[in-house]
């Protein structure tokens, strides 16, 4: 089965400095993947995703992620963060056999002044 | 509708005692999922309906979990004789399906519940 690994359990960053939050999947085949924000008290809301061609996905408030078959991972960036950006972000991928996403666990970021 | 909804929002109730939740998903959307995302945590998967076939309920935690789904409309999820380690807020999803299986999951709000 399809798995996701999210290495950073908590990541810290200041004000405008930039962001990657890794994401590590396990398939044999090209993958579907996702990586949704979790504010808080709030559902999960998509920011991009992944399905084939380019390998660079652009999403939504200025985020992008990178898809990179020879090191397994789909790590998502950001130039410059803002105070906003602070919730959890979770990256899933398609589980083709249940036809639902598996979750990684989930990176908490905060953001300082 | 225009999202999922979730009903109730937050749900307390004490050791012993049925809940129930319940998810209206985006009209037109065939295909809806569970998940159970407990204190700081990721989530979990609990069930999945795709129009008429038959659930894939492989997620369930045991017998005290079920769910239903009316056509391709609203879903009731039922805990029985709720335990404490039940607390979590549910989320429930819905998505279109694309024959590549990389269906795209809308998410509700959630249910959050308590077991005193």
């Known amino acids: 089965a399809q798995s996701v690994t999210q290495p950073d359990i908590h990541i810290t960053v200041s004000e405008g400095a930039s962001l990657e939050l890794r994401c590590n999947y396990s398939?044999?085949?090209?993958?579907?993947l996702f990586w949704y924000v979790q504010s808080p008290g709030q559902g999960l809301q998509l920011l991009l995703k992944y399905f084939s061609g380019d390998t660079l996905v652009q999403g939504i408030k200025g985020f992008e992620a990178e898809f990179k078959r020879s090191q397994s991972s789909f790590n998502l960036r950001k130039p410059s963060v803002h105070w906003s950006d602070a919730a959890e972000y979770f990256c899933a991928v398609v589980d083709t056999g249940r036809r639902a996403l598996t979750f990684g666990s989930g990176t908490r970021l905060q953001v300082q002044p | 509708g225009a999202g999922v909804s979730q009903s109730p929002s937050n749900k307390v109730t004490e050791k012993g005692k049925d809940v129930e939740l319940r998810c209206d998903p985006i009209s037109g959307h065939t295909a809806l999922y569970w998940y159970r995302q407990r204190l700081g945590q990721g989530l979990e998967f609990l069930i999945y309906f795709q129009g008429n076939s038959a659930p894939d309920k492989s997620g369930l935690p045991s017998d005290r979990f079920s769910a239903e789904r009316t056509g391709e409309s609203v879903s009731t999820l039922t805990i029985q004789r709720t335990q404490q380690e039940d607390s979590a807020v549910y989320l429930c999803a819905s998505s279109l399906v694309r024959v590549s299986g990389a269906n795209v999951l809308t998410f509700g709000a959630g249910s959050r519940l308590t077991v005193l």
């Open positions: 398939y044999g085949a090209t993958p579907y």
